[in-house]
């Protein structure tokens, strides 16, 4: 069987990546609906970096563990264009699912954390990436599908073109598409939503490619023109350090969880951010529904929980 040569599309993007930004920094200059700060974007451009190196650095053992598992694999999907597809849905579907417990699994969490740390929001946020995915597991959900038969080198490819997908959808330039593309697909002003800190925005539209899959389970928020979002994570980080960015969550986790027992470590491990052994924080569902109870017109609304 052989294997084709697909192309690293993060690493070929890159040409792309600084047009489109020039582009959208115009776009800023003359309607003022974009809006860049120097200090934040370089500090992205700097976590894009870093993680594209430590995806080289990572590449190895996760593709040595991902093929040994293919040398057991249930069935054999081969390379033709048809299974691309179905590759590049079910990694997707993955991709929804690993996304979701990113944000509701603390030590997933902190990994993620990364690219939702600028208060802006524009193409250079798409590149503000985590350096430490790998110690977050997050590939690991990828692996029942090379189980399934799905080879390694397809599924990095499928990853590649999701990512880039969801790279243009970062900005304010553009406000809606027609209805039918807004149904199916992820867009800019889906993702707005799923970057703002606004409570009622909070946990939703995880999707990469699809926004079907939040529509299925459960937690698409549209976004509303009255409720502008506001962008970034609920406590401000207040740093352009990039070790800081990259780290800072994962130092929290350790601090938090030191001198304590093992089921309140385990808490700070595993639980959602925000939990805390005695309560003293909140969580984006305690958010959520502290919101609601300051605005009881508002039950029942998307990304308004039904109980205060
Ligand atoms: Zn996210
Ligand atoms: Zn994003």
Redesign the pocket.
């Known amino acids: 069987m052989e294997i084709p040569d697909y192309p690293n599309i993060s690493e070929w993007a890159v040409p792309f990546y600084i047009v489109t930004m020039l582009v959208e920094l115009g776009i800023g200059w003359f309607t003022g609906r974009v809006r860049y700060e120097t200090r934040d974007t370089l500090a992205s451009l700097v976590m894009g970096g870093g993680s594209l190196l430590a995806g080289a650095l990572t590449a190895g053992a996760i593709g040595t563990v991902s093929l040994w598992l293919y040398e057991h694999r249930l069935f054999t999907f081969g390379f033709e264009p048809w299974w691309i597809v179905l590759a590049f849905v079910l990694d997707d579907l993955r991709y929804y699912w690993v ?1 979701r417990f ?2 509701e699994i603390r030590w997933l969490w902190a990994a ?1 954390i990364v ?2 740390s600028s208060q802006h929001y524009n193409l250079s946020t798409a590149l503000r990436q985590t350096w430490t995915s790998f110690f977050a597991l997050w590939w690991v959900v990828r692996l029942p599908l090379v189980f399934l038969g799905l080879h390694p080198a397809v599924l990095a490819f499928c990853g590649g073109i999701n990512l880039v997908y969801q790279y243009w959808i970062h900005t304010e330039a553009i406000r809606r598409f027609p209805p039918w593309f807004e149904a199916i697909m992820n867009t800019p002003s889906h993702h707005r939503v ?1 970057h703002a800190t606004n409570p009622r925005y909070l946990d939703a539209n995880y999707a990469g490619t699809f926004i079907v899959w939040d529509r299925l389970f459960g937690t698409f928020v549209p976004e509303d023109d009255a409720e502008p979002c506001r962008y970034g994570i609920v406590k401000s980080l207040g740093t352009f350090n990039p070790l800081r960015i990259a780290l800072h969550e994962w130092v929290g986790i350790a601090r938090d969880a030191t001198g304590l027992s093992l089921r309140q470590r385990l808490g700070y491990l595993i639980g959602p951010p925000g939990w805390s052994h005695d309560g003293s924080r909140k969580t984006s569902a305690d958010l959520k529904r502290e919101h609601l109870r300051r605005h009881p017109e508002e039950a029942g609304k998307p990304g308004r929980p039904e109980v205060a």
């Open positions: 996304h990113g944000h993620h690219h939702h799923h």
